[in-house]
């Protein structure tokens, strides 16, 4: 297969049945074992070791408001960051898992803001990958449940079916994770939330990290509300509990 093809993997008597994912990897090795992998799960599995390929392929097919004719987007950090950020600016919500190169788990950070929802790194095992996958694919469709028309506290207004944020006024780019942050929060005003409620709620059960991603997730919230951050009027820390809104 030539790497500017986008092309199906061969098909099996159960691949489809589980859902439907785009794999943009660069290694041969690595994207033929991956897609066997999703394969057996029964994902029907679209691979491509070129972004430019992908990019119409997700487009093409995808009304941006859930019905996206992919039920995941598996990519790696190279060709991934772009396309990653292109989909979010667009109002793409289909989940984006990066896999990293070896060494490169500082930049976890980095792809969770430019807006995937998830970060693996070279080397890793299939286990751990079709968790995490399943995750994902899970969340999207827990989130396609209905959602209010508005919540609105104060200063901050969120539209959930738009995926759009005022802040005084001004429209505000968040990337998912921080979007779900805020809406939950805004959701239960003045409850207070644990970080591993947290992690559950947004990160998912199968979440397999630090705790210290939500402080990250709390610290860019802060960020884009409060007009100092260092002193928060919106997302409040409750020492010894975890964090409240408002």
């Not at 539209?159 to 921080?178: A, T």
Request: aromatic letters at 8%.
């Amino acid at each position: 297969m030539s790497s500017a093809e986008l092309s199906e993997s061969p098909s099996r008597s159960t691949v489809g049945q589980a859902g439907r994912i785009l794999l943009l990897e660069g290694e041969d090795l690595l994207r033929e074992m991956l897609a066997l992998a999703l394969q057996e799960q029964g994902y029907e599995v679209v691979v491509t070791s070129d972004g430019r390929n992908a990019l119409p392929s997700i487009q093409g097919g995808s009304s941006y408001h859930g019905d996206s004719c992919f039920n995941l987007l598996i990519m790696d950090s190279i060709n991934g960051l772009d396309l990653c950020r292109m989909l979010r600016h667009q109002g793409n919500p289909v989940p984006i898992l990066i896999i990293g190169a070896r060494g490169s788990a500082n930049n976890c950070a980095f792809y969770l803001e430019a807006g995937s929802d998830d970060y693996l790194t070279k080397p890793f095992g299939m286990r751990e990958f079709i968790a995490r996958c399943r995750a994902l694919m899970r969340r999207q469709r827990l989130g396609q449940l209905p959602q209010p028309v508005m919540l609105q506290y104060k200063n901050i207004t969120v539209y959930p079916e738009e995926c759009r944020v005022l802040v005084r006024g001004v429209e505000v780019k968040f990337s998912p994770k921080q979007f779900r942050l805020l809406e939950l929060f805004m959701s239960y005003p003045r409850r207070v939330w644990s970080r591993d409620q947290l992690l559950e709620k947004i990160w998912g059960q199968d979440f397999i990290g630090d705790s210290k991603t939500v402080d990250v997730h709390i610290r860019w919230l802060r960020e884009k509300l409060e007009i100092d951050p260092s002193q928060p009027e919106y997302i409040i820390t409750v020492r010894g509990f975890g964090y409240r809104f408002g």
